[in-house]
């Protein structure tokens, strides 16, 4: 009997120091993130209204494309929620016309809001925000440039190991006249 008791009041002892220390284990992965990826972009437009002999009336070309950012990240019991901003290069397509070379550039700044859904070392997630963006095109010696603000979306799959999170991402950039699709892969680092 007497050994039941010290059984049960060692529970005891432990549920209430769980309890207590519960807002710290969930607050442990809480923190500022710095990281980058790399992978592939796709621009699709349609430049009806540009008017260059032999231009096609849309693209559809893909590049390499790549991104660094930092970020903040609240971690929650289940749910972890994260704020982030960062650079974005999609890269530069060319498209020929007539044998010379049409080069769109396009990047960017750009500010998410994420919610991550926490299964241990694995989390999926989903982003909202927002992009300022820039588009140059080159052709035979000429440029133009175009600005602007407008929507992007994705979602994402984050494992980590320790204070490295290797994570996988598609992301929808809702551009004037234009979308833009980046699929990457990359690396972020987590201090706490």
């Not at 660094?68 to 016309?97: H, K, M, R, S, W």
Request: aromatic share 10%; charged share 20%; proline share 4%.
């Amino acid at each position: 009997m007497n050994n039941l008791m010290k059984q049960g009041r060692t529970w005891v002892a432990t549920a209430i120091a769980s309890v207590l220390l519960l807002p710290a284990v969930a607050l442990a992965d809480s923190g500022f993130y710095l990281g980058g990826s790399a992978g592939g972009a796709t621009l699709e437009a349609d430049i009806n209204d540009i008017s260059i002999p032999g231009l096609p009336s849309s693209i559809d070309e893909d590049d390499t494309a790549y991104k660094l950012f930092a970020g903040y990240t609240f971690d929650g019991p289940v749910l972890n929620l994260g704020i982030e901003g960062g650079y974005v290069n999609f890269g530069q397509p060319d498209i020929d016309v007539f044998g010379d070379t049409l080069l769109v550039d396009t990047d960017g700044l750009n500010l998410w809001g994420i919610a991550a859904l926490d299964a241990g070392p694995v989390e999926i997630y989903g982003k909202l925000g927002m992009i300022a963006w820039d588009v140059t095109a080159d052709y035979l010696g000429s440029s133009a440039k175009e600005d602007g603000t407008d929507v992007a979306y994705g979602a994402g799959l984050r494992f980590k190991l320790g204070p490295v999170k290797v994570r996988g991402e598609y992301e929808i950039y809702d551009l004037d006249g234009a979308d833009l699709g980046m699929l990457s892969v990359g690396i972020a680092y987590q201090f706490n």
